[in-house]
């Protein structure tokens, strides 16, 4: 239980965090909680699938080699889980009548990414214990958060837009950049204090999540 629980705690925390802060026109708890299942589900399943036949094609064997471990980042593991994500915001969540304001792509991008972020925070913090999860807590799951709320910001902006396509394709390509970067500079470890970029890619996605929350925020038609 006490694995189970820093498991989801920075999850939840997350998730109370953006419903908050959607201040003018609440999302239904029961469309959240499903596309949060969605995340953790399809998300998951379409990520394994996806992963597994690009790190076949790129063909990575070498831990050491900045090439691969790039392709790593960016591809197999940045574009695979951020596509994942894509899609259910964009074939389901996008579509349906709630979606009715820009700061709802923030919030559904979001959920879908925890949903995500919940499941594979269980399986890491099972695996190698609490330690991980803490650690997790403060990076790995926030990461998360920024990566579905800079594309849920552009893909709120698309369901609005005669460029909707720009604009979603946009969201996918920034969760996917800050995503590969993060990880990146976590695969290459092996140079002595490369790690510390990551931590600076992750106080920037931060950084530019408050701004784009505060934006779709101030231009809410349901802002009185």
Same mark, same amino acid.
């Given at each position: 239980?006490?694995? /189970? /629980? #820093?498991?989801?705690?920075? $999850? !939840?925390?997350? /998730?109370? +965090? !953006? +419903? %908050? &802060?959607?201040? +003018?026109?609440?999302?239904? /708890?029961?469309?959240?909680f499903e596309n949060f299942i969605l995340g953790a589900i399809v998300s998951i399943i379409i990520t394994l699938v996806l992963g597994y036949f690009l790190q076949d094609f790129f063909s990575i064997t070498n831990k050491?080699?900045?090439? =691969? =471990?790039?392709? &790593?980042? @960016? @591809? #197999? $593991?940045?574009? $695979?889980?951020?596509?994942? &994500?894509? !899609?259910? $915001?964009?074939?389901?969540? =996008? &579509?349906? %009548?709630?979606?009715?304001?820009?700061?709802?792509? #923030? %919030?559904y991008a979001l959920v879908v990414s925890m949903g995500f972020a919940a499941l594979e925070n269980i399986v890491y913090v099972y695996q190698y214990g609490f330690a991980t999860g803490l650690t997790r807590a403060f990076t790995a799951v926030p990461a998360h958060a920024t990566f579905g709320i800079l594309m849920g910001y552009f893909m709120g902006k698309a369901k609005f837009s005669d460029s909707s396509l720009k604009y979603n394709l946009l969201g996918l390509l920034i969760a996917t950049l800050f995503h590969g970067a993060y990880d990146f500079f976590l695969f290459i470890n092996f140079i002595p204090g490369i790690a510390i970029g990551a931590f600076v890619s992750l106080i920037v996605g931060i950084v530019l999540s408050k701004r784009a929350i505060k934006k779709h925020q101030q231009i809410s038609q349901f802002r009185v």
């Open positions: 239980m006490l694995l /189970l /629980l #820093i498991s989801l705690a920075p $999850v !939840i925390a997350i /998730l109370i +965090y !953006i +419903y %908050v &802060k959607d201040k +003018y026109e609440k999302e239904p /708890l029961g469309f959240l050491e080699s900045i090439i =691969q =471990q790039f392709i &790593k980042a @960016f @591809f #197999i $593991v940045g574009f $695979v889980e951020e596509f994942s &994500k894509y !899609i259910i $915001v964009r074939y389901h969540a =996008q &579509k349906n %009548v709630e979606f009715n304001e820009p700061f709802d792509g #923030i %919030v």
